[in-house]
T-cell receptor, first 114, second 114 residues
Framework: NAGVTQTPKFQVLKTGQSMTLQCAQD?????MSWYRQDPGMGLRLIHY???????DQGEVPNGYNVSRSTTEDFPLRLLSAAPSQTSVYFC?????????????FGPGTRLLVL | AQTVTQSQPEMSVQEAETVTLSCTYD???????LFWYKQPPSRQMILVIR??????QNATENRFSVNFQKAAKSFSLKISDSQLGDAAMYFC???????????FGKGTKLSVKP
């Protein structure tokens, strides 16, 4: 099993550009989530999904969109990148909701918005 | 609102010694899980240990154990026989709301001296 994979590993964007961060898991997990990690802030939940077709907002959802068309994939879209979105982004998955099960994290995507 | 406090931004321990990392949290849930995650310099998030709140017995995992005080909402991590590979950021993660998500603390950076 590859576990949770994320692409790209590193990306530089200009303010106003859009992009999609990819996340995929091959463990047949129902629950998937996106976090951002800023220095001194720990991980903050952006969006999460409890199954295909179901998504909901987390703690810091503004500026991000998600969709879940399949169990395996959970892409995160930045519609119009801003410097405040410079961060490290982690995707995670678990069999059930992340508060009940061990979450498996991807390696992270480092995003720099100029 | 759910909160989590890791009051020690940095800790240092001598190799082979024991260190305890503290965590306090606030939740209105009665049945929940608590987690400690480790993040080494590689940035990969790795589960260290999990505690189920309804269990009175403290969880242990090899050299790692917790001191869980449910009434006090305290969840500390004890690392025995510290090894150089234990050097990392450690994040406490209690429940965030009733949707099955987690909230992460700001982390404690652990250094291990040879």
């Amino acid at each position: 099993n590859a576990g949770v994979t994320q692409t790209p590993k590193f990306q530089v964007l200009k303010t106003g550009q859009s992009m999609t961060l990819q996340c995929a898991q091959d463990m047949n997990h129902e629950y998937m989530s996106w976090y951002r990690q800023d220095p001194g802030m720990g991980l903050r939940l952006i969006h999460y999904s409890v199954g295909a077709g179901i998504t909901d907002q987390g703690e810091v959802p503004n500026g991000y969109n998600v969709s879940r068309s399949t169990t395996e994939d959970f892409p995160l879209r930045l519609l119009s990148a801003a410097p405040s979105q410079t961060s490290v982004y982690f995707c995670a998955s678990s069999y059930r909701a992340g508060g009940q099960e061990t979450q498996y994290f991807g390696p992270g995507t480092r995003l720099l918005v100029l | 609102a759910q909160t989590v406090t890791q009051s020690q931004p940095e800790m240092s321990v001598q190799e082979a010694e024991t260190v305890t990392l503290s965590c306090t949290y606030d939740t209105s849930e009665s049945d929940y899980y608590l987690f400690w995650y480790k993040q080494p310099p590689s940035r990969q998030m790795i589960l260290v240990i999990r505690q189920e709140a309804y269990k009175q017995q403290n969880a242990t995992e090899n050299r790692f154990s917790v001191n869980f005080q449910k009434a006090a909402k305290s969840f500390s991590l004890k690392i025995s026989d510290s090894q150089l590979g234990d050097a990392a950021m450690y994040f406490c993660a209690p429940p965030r709301g009733s949707q099955g998500n987690l909230i992460f603390g700001k982390g404690t950076k652990l250094s291990v001296k040879p």
